[in-house]
């Protein structure tokens, strides 16, 4: 389909009435009666001004969006669909455009809105465009790898992608400001949004608007989040029906972090030792650094090996401290040592304590090689400092950025006909001054008690959490920690579930593990409950 290349759609039948509404109410406020005594007084009148002007920025500021037409096979099943490109303008109060939200929404042909599920999909970063749950599972189209993952030499290629949630539920991804083509209006505002609640704010606005704007009020709704977006998800299932009367049926995680001191290797913390070191764990059986007995066991029986040891003996030394006798602490030290493959000695100058960002150096040290943050199986050249302790790059990252990056910006013209100046920001910097809303390393934020309020409040409401049993940055064990500790009632616990995959952050980046978890995705969503069938 072309471009239409008017700058407005006077078309949309929804834009359309709201022109003439607004134009309807500043007539009528022009030609009160009390304004009508004098021609001069209602020329001078600053009401009306102020909703003229309102009606001049409505049309000055409402951006184009592009649709476009396509269709795939899925699991043997032709899908016709609409996709549209574009963005919603953020207002404040006043009705001042405040930011535009690129999105991207597809839309299964010929289905009652009312009957078909639809999809809000994000990723994290914080500061990153949704560009991967996008390409990498859930959109039409995916990034080509190689089975096992990895990248493959450029220039990039994309695939129709025979694992999309298409055939489930349509689907719309949300660029949250300053990533994608999501901007602020007055860039000096722009830290206005970068903040766990201004972010949460923005982005659900942006949802309410969507819903609205494209009739999907009576439509079955889900959340889908992965990394600091479950993050986003799990506060938004919860603001959204404060906010807005607006109940989800289900809320997918993906790499999830709810609670971030079990991330934060901070003087103190001694929980995230506990939780990353099963996945620490299964990175060196993948990398097969572990003595002969623990290597030959499968990766599932020696992660309850070490789970087992990280909730008890280990657990319990670390909160010993100084009081751990000598050679306790060695024999600790030995059974570290032999399920993570680093050195006893490694354990001993550290009073246990290897933090994550030093483990990614130290495993493979002798060659060299870092493993990766994302995703411990990838290997890299090591960048490491050891006088600064410096994280240095992530493999897992930087192998595979080229391939989103070039993939999707030439999608986006060459299929969706959308074209902008702009750089299409993949991962842009808004950590340093994202407003966490606490202060000091000894308050971190967490948004469980959100997610569980969210489920009290709608007990219809699903869960499901997807973990990467490679994944350094968020690991699995770590979500477990976290939702058996939301403290529901027993009939409410069932409404969370968690499947597991051999793969890392993004564990669809495996062929093999991607099947999975569409099928894991799909039967969420067929599952949870709805008005008129269950």
Same mark, same amino acid.
């Given at each position: 389909?072309?471009?239409?290349?008017?700058? @407005? %759609?006077?078309?949309?039948?929804?834009?359309?009435?709201?022109?003439?509404?607004?134009?309807?109410?500043?007539?009528?406020?022009?030609?009160?009666?009390?304004?009508?005594?004098?021609?001069?007084?209602?020329?001078?009148?600053?009401?009306?001004?102020?909703?003229?002007?309102?009606?001049?920025?409505?049309?000055?500021?409402?951006?184009?969006?592009?649709?476009?037409? @396509?269709?795939?096979?899925?699991?043997?099943?032709?899908?016709?669909?609409?996709?549209?490109?574009?963005?919603?303008?953020?207002?404040?109060?006043?009705?001042?455009?405040?930011?535009?939200?690129?999105?991207?929404?597809?839309?299964?042909?010929?289905? *009652?809105?009312?009957?078909?599920?639809?999809?809000?999909?994000?990723?994290?970063?914080?500061?990153?465009?949704?560009?991967?749950?996008?390409?990498?599972?859930?959109?039409?189209?995916?990034?080509?790898?190689?089975?096992?993952?990895?990248?493959?030499?450029?220039?990039?290629?994309?695939? !129709? %992608?025979?694992?999309?949630?298409?055939?489930?539920?349509?689907?719309?991804?949300?660029?949250?400001?300053?990533?994608?083509?999501?901007?602020?209006? !007055?860039?000096?505002?722009?830290?206005?949004?970068?903040? #766990?609640?201004?972010?949460?704010?923005?982005?659900?606005?942006?949802?309410?608007?969507?819903?609205?704007?494209?009739?999907?009020?009576?439509?079955?709704?889900?959340?889908?989040?992965?990394?600091?977006?479950?993050?986003?998800?799990?506060?938004?299932?919860?603001?959204?029906?404060?906010?807005?009367?607006?109940?989800?049926?289900?809320?997918?995680?993906?790499?999830?972090?709810?609670?971030?001191?079990?991330?934060?290797?901070?003087?103190?913390?001694?929980?995230?030792?506990?939780?990353?070191?099963?996945?620490?764990?299964?990175?060196?059986?993948? @990398?097969? &650094?572990?003595?002969?007995?623990?290597? &030959?066991?499968? #990766? !599932? *029986?020696?992660?309850?090996?070490?789970?087992?040891?990280?909730?008890?003996?280990?657990?319990?030394?670390?909160?010993?401290?100084?009081? #751990?006798?000598?050679?306790?602490?060695?024999?600790?030290?030995?059974?570290?040592?032999?399920?993570?493959?680093?050195?006893?000695? !490694?354990?001993?100058?550290?009073?246990?304590?290897?933090?994550?960002?030093?483990?990614?150096?130290?495993?493979? &040290?002798?060659?060299?090689?870092?493993?990766?943050?994302?995703?411990?199986?990838?290997?890299?050249?090591?960048?490491?400092?050891?006088?600064?302790?410096?994280?240095?790059?992530?493999?897992?990252?930087?192998?595979?950025?080229?391939?989103?990056?070039?993939?999707?910006?030439?999608?986006?013209?060459?299929?969706?006909?959308?074209?902008?100046?702009?750089?299409?920001?993949?991962?842009?910097?808004?950590?340093?001054?994202?407003?966490?809303?606490?202060?000091?390393?000894?308050?971190?934020?967490?948004?469980?008690?959100?997610?569980?309020?969210?489920?009290?409040?709608?007990?219809?409401?699903?869960? @499901?959490?997807?973990?990467?049993?490679?994944?350094?940055?968020?690991p699995y064990f770590a979500a477990e920690y976290t939702v058996n500790r939301l403290m529901l009632d027993p009939e409410l616990r069932d409404n969370i579930t968690l499947s597991y995959y051999k793969g890392g952050h993004m564990m669809y980046t495996v062929r093999e593990e991607l099947a999975r978890q569409k099928e894991a995705l799909a039967g969420f969503i067929r599952s949870a409950p709805r008005a008129g069938r269950n």
């Open positions: 389909m072309p471009r239409n290349r008017f700058p @407005h %759609n006077f078309n949309n039948v929804p834009f359309r009435r709201g022109l003439f509404a607004l134009s309807v109410a500043c007539l009528l406020l022009v030609h009160a009666p009390q304004a009508m005594a004098a021609e001069e007084t209602k020329a001078e009148d600053p009401q009306a001004e102020k909703c003229a002007d309102t009606a001049k920025e409505s049309i000055e500021t409402t951006p184009e969006v592009v649709t476009t037409s @396509h269709s795939i096979e899925i699991d043997g099943q032709v899908i016709n669909y609409t996709a549209k490109a574009g963005k919603l303008v953020l207002r404040d109060r006043e009705g001042k455009g405040t930011a535009e939200v690129f999105f991207i929404a597809y839309t299964k042909d010929g289905e *009652d809105p009312s009957n078909r599920p639809v999809t809000f999909s994000f990723n994290g970063g914080p500061g990153s465009s949704s560009v991967w749950l996008h390409m990498g599972v859930l959109g039409p189209k995916r990034v080509l790898l190689d089975d096992d993952g990895f990248a493959l030499p450029p220039p990039h290629q994309l695939v !129709d %992608n025979e694992y999309s949630l298409l055939d489930e539920t349509d689907l719309v991804f949300i660029d949250p400001v300053s990533t994608g083509f999501s901007r602020p209006l !007055d860039f000096e505002k722009e830290k206005e949004f970068h903040g #766990l609640e201004e972010d949460i704010e923005s982005v659900g606005e942006f949802i309410r608007l969507y819903v609205t704007e494209f009739s999907r009020w009576p439509s079955p709704k889900f959340l889908i989040g992965e990394s600091y977006g479950t993050t986003r998800a799990s506060a938004l299932s919860l603001h959204l029906q404060n906010r807005y009367g607006m109940y989800f049926n289900g809320v997918m995680l993906v790499s999830s972090i709810l609670d971030f001191s079990t991330a934060r290797f901070n003087e103190g913390n001694d929980l995230p030792y506990i939780l990353f070191l099963p996945s620490e764990a299964a990175t060196a059986w993948y @990398h097969r &650094k572990l003595p002969a007995k623990l290597q &030959k066991l499968s #990766l !599932d *029986d020696f992660l309850r090996e070490v789970e087992q040891f990280a909730t008890s003996t280990y657990r319990d030394a670390l909160f010993a401290g100084d009081s #751990l006798p000598q050679e306790d602490l060695e024999t600790v030290a030995a059974r570290l040592a032999d399920y993570t493959g680093l050195p006893q000695e !490694d354990y001993l100058r550290e009073r246990l304590r290897v933090r994550a960002y030093e483990f990614f150096d130290l495993l493979l &040290k002798d060659q060299n090689k870092r493993v990766g943050r994302f995703d411990s199986r990838y290997v890299g050249g090591s960048t490491y400092t050891w006088e600064r302790h410096e994280a240095g790059v992530d493999p897992s990252y930087s192998q595979v950025y080229g391939a989103y990056s070039g993939g999707f910006n030439d999608y986006l013209r060459s299929e969706l006909n959308y074209e902008s100046d702009l750089p299409y920001e993949i991962l842009t910097s808004v950590v340093r001054p994202w407003n966490y809303g606490v202060e000091g390393e000894a308050q971190y934020v967490n948004v469980a008690n959100r997610l569980r309020e969210a489920l009290v409040m709608n007990p219809f409401l699903q869960v @499901h959490v997807c973990c990467g049993y490679y994944d350094l940055a968020t």
